[in-house]
């Protein structure tokens, strides 16, 4: 085993991966490292910045220092765990490279990495049809050779995923590599689509692959590193990232938030509270050689990363994932589409969302794309799946969903037991936005009694109320309102008399 969860909120989850060098948890961010030369050097990532695991390009190695190169702990002054990636990006941009499949991988075992790459066929975000087809195919073929050319079995490897903007060719290649052995799966060409900010195709690629990977192998967001779209890529089930922007936004001078970024020169204060931010003022921070400029902005970049992946942590643990998702989405429309994207993957969000353990107190309900969270999901799945009224009670008295929480307390419940007297053919129930239809003896279970929501939230419940009438076959239907009648279809207006509108047979 490689691989653990010890803690789920939507399909983000808090586990371990377990390495030769030590255990590392996700969701986790690796700084890329250039073999090189660097920006922050990578003895200062594990004792300044904490981190534990690193990735950089084996073939940048084989290419500058030759076969007889040491350890890649060694060249880089690392030790912790160290993956490498095998040159395929080089082949993705420059359109080839001067290696190939068996030598990469012996070479990444010679230098003692613990996590390579094979060298795969990267799709690339607008790759035509054809084109796409075959990279899938040769990276599935090149996965299945690369098992004999190892000789390691301690070292881990990952076994990356392609397919881009083709969603069954997504499908196709997750389910063929999750059969063969790899211990954790990069989501391939994702970069050009981050680059051209179009996160609705991202959603969509994350979760075709998450849908046909076995669940224990960690899903890799190659190339994701701006803070403001690791919430959304983990609450979909990413669980490793990579990214050089911390460095390469540093060089043009670029400074970076949770939820944007500003340039220097556009700054008139430092919004933030790191070393860097701490121990300079932006007028002295101008003034700095580029070089020093440079490191120090790379330095403040990378601490706001790492804040944000222990914000995402903290989130999982305590269950307000979508809380701190729809905070960072609505910082940005092209982010908020992929965002609303989200209400197409409702069922596998619920599906992975733990129904038990959460420590979250409540849940916020802002309009109808919050109405998709699983706990909203749940609530109406499961009233229409399996509740079945009380025996005897064949007359149901529906009541709008009131200010007052939990309902069952309210005034309008009050009124409404005074009215009917000690009936035993009722069964009250509340009904509106956003949760449908909810039976009063359930009414201070979570979360609908620990929730807050800005009202008026769509019609899906209209929907359900004539399913819940139906399929627990009242003999008659009431529904009261204040202000007006009900206008659900199926039902009539009889009469009105003391707050009763609409009834049917």
């Not at 690369?146 to 000789?151: D, P």
């Not at 983990?234 to 540093?250: H, K, M, N, P």
Request: charged share 30%; with cysteine; proline share 6%.
């Amino acid at each position: 085993m490689s691989f653990e969860v010890s803690e789920r909120d939507l399909a983000g989850r808090i586990g371990t991966l377990y390495t030769r060098r030590g255990e590392v948890e996700t969701p986790y961010l690796m700084p890329v490292v250039n073999p090189v030369k660097n920006t922050i050097p990578p003895a200062e990532l594990k004792e300044r910045f904490g981190f534990d695991m690193i990735i950089t390009n084996s073939y940048l190695i084989l290419k500058h220092y030759g076969k007889g190169r040491p350890d890649v702990h060694e060249l880089t002054g690392f030790d912790g765990t160290i993956m490498t990636d095998s040159g395929a990006y080089q082949l993705l941009i420059y359109g080839g490279v001067d290696t190939n499949p068996e030598e990469i991988i012996r070479f990444q075992e010679a230098i003692r990495s613990d996590l390579g790459v094979i060298l795969d066929v990267p799709t690339g975000g607008h790759a035509a049809r054809e084109e796409a087809e075959f990279t899938v195919r040769e990276t599935i073929e090149r996965a299945r050779r690369s098992i004999k050319y190892r000789s390691d079995p301690t070292m881990l490897w990952a076994g990356p995923i392609q397919g881009g903007r083709y969603l069954d060719l997504v499908k196709r290649s997750a389910r063929s590599m999750g059969l063969l052995d790899f211990q954790t799966h990069p989501l391939g060409s994702p970069t050009q689509i981050m680059e051209e900010y179009d996160y609705p195709a991202l959603v969509d690629m994350i979760v075709a692959a998450k849908m046909n990977l076995p669940p224990e192998r960690p899903l890799h967001l190659f190339g994701a590193g701006h803070p403001m779209m690791l919430a959304l890529a983990s609450a979909l089930g990413c669980d490793l990232f990579d990214s050089a922007a911390y460095a390469i936004f540093a060089k043009d001078g670029r400074y970076m938030t949770s939820t944007r970024t500003i340039r220097l020169e556009d700054l008139t204060e430092l919004p933030c509270r790191c070393p860097v931010c701490m121990g300079h003022d932006l007028d002295g921070l101008l003034e700095l050689p580029r070089v020093e400029r440079e490191g120090l902005l790379a330095r403040h970049n990378l601490y706001v990363t790492v804040e944000e992946i222990r914000a995402i942590k903290q989130a999982i643990r305590e269950g307000s994932l979508w809380e701190l998702l729809e905070t960072r989405c609505r910082s940005h429309p092209r982010l908020y589409e992929g965002f609303k994207r989200l209400s197409l993957y409702s069922n596998y969000l619920e599906a992975n969302d733990p129904v038990l353990g959460k420590r979250v107190r409540g849940v916020f309900i802002y309009d109808d794309v919050s109405s998709f969270r699983p706990e909203v999901l749940r609530h109406r799945r499961r009233v229409s799946e399996r509740y079945r009224r009380p025996r005897g009670r064949d007359i149901l008295v529906l009541l709008p969903t009131p200010d007052e929480k939990p309902f069952n307390r309210s005034r309008i419940f009050r009124e409404a037991k005074e009215m009917l007297g000690e009936r035993r053919d009722v069964h009250i129930c509340f009904y509106g936005g956003p949760f449908g239809v909810i039976p009063s003896e359930l009414a201070e279970t979570f979360p609908l009694s620990q929730y807050e929501s800005s009202g008026g939230l769509g019609t899906g419940w209209r929907r359900d109320l004539l399913s819940f009438m139906k399929r627990n076959r009242y003999r008659k239907a009431i529904i009261l309102q204040e202000g007006g009648a009900v206008k659900v279809r199926g039902l009539r207006a009889v009469r009105s008399l003391d707050g009763v509108l609409a009834e049917v047979d």
